[in-house]
């Protein structure tokens, strides 16, 4: 079964961290882009930060400095390391790869996480 799995959620006050994980099933051999995304009930999912499979990030202008996108392709896993969290920060985060080659030799794409909650109290 191909799965991306997030971890790492929590409730943390102001000022805190958390360290989300994003993981692939055993399925998936490679991923190429992730992305991090987070919702708020009722409103629209925004990007947070984005890595390509070379390395290269990008991060929304609201977790820029604060946040930091990273991988370990060897484990198929993707980080998301939140600093300074802000009762804003308060969604469900999304984990997302635009394509992942299967061990089976085929590829899943536009693949979402079934998401983790962070809440930052004030």
């Known amino acids: 079964q191909v799965q991306l799995v997030e971890s790492g959620g929590g409730l943390v006050q102001a000022g805190g961290s958390l360290t989300l994980s994003c993981a692939a099933s055993?399925?998936?051999?490679?991923?190429?882009?992730v992305a991090w995304y987070r919702q708020v009930l009722g409103k629209q999912r925004e990007l947070v930060a984005e890595?390509?499979?070379?390395?290269?990030?990008n991060y929304a202008d609201s977790v820029e400095g604060r946040f930091t996108i990273s991988r370990d392709s060897a484990k198929n896993t993707v980080y998301l390391q939140m600093h300074s969290l802000k009762p804003e920060d308060t969604a469900v985060y999304y984990c997302?790869?635009?394509?992942?080659?299967?061990?089976?030799?085929?590829?899943?794409?536009?693949?979402w996480g079934q998401g983790t909650q962070v809440t930052v109290s004030s």
């Open positions: 890595i390509t499979s070379g390395g290269s990030t």
């Open positions: 997302h790869a635009d394509r992942m080659s299967l061990v089976n030799g085929d590829d899943a794409v536009d693949f």
């Open positions: 055993r399925s998936v051999f490679s991923i190429n882009a």
